[in-house]
């Protein structure tokens, strides 16, 4: 797991968040360059996914990632960029 490099997508209120497997994920904490990444539909779907990068050179290198009680949106990552496009 340790090759694959996430996509960072900034979100409308400028946080980043991380594209893992099609889900976003949002931050939770860091020690370090060891980020702990939670999916952004925690709250609204009780989602428990969880994952962790090591941040090496500005990308983050998925080191684990856990289960999500819910299916992957597809176009969520392209509906945010679009946004922040327009918001631009």
Do not use: F
């Amino acid at each position: 797991m340790n090759n694959i490099i996430c996509e960072t997508v900034s979100s409308i209120h400028n946080k980043d968040k991380l594209n893992i497997h099609g889900y976003l994920m949002v931050k939770d904490k860091n020690r370090k360059n060891l980020y702990y990444w939670r999916c952004e539909k925690y709250k609204t779907l009780k989602c428990p996914a969880r994952a962790t990068t090591l941040l090496n050179e500005d990308q983050h290198h998925l080191q684990n990632a856990s289960e999500h009680n819910h299916a992957a949106e597809a176009s969520r990552v392209n509906v945010v960029k679009t946004i922040n496009v327009l918001k631009e």
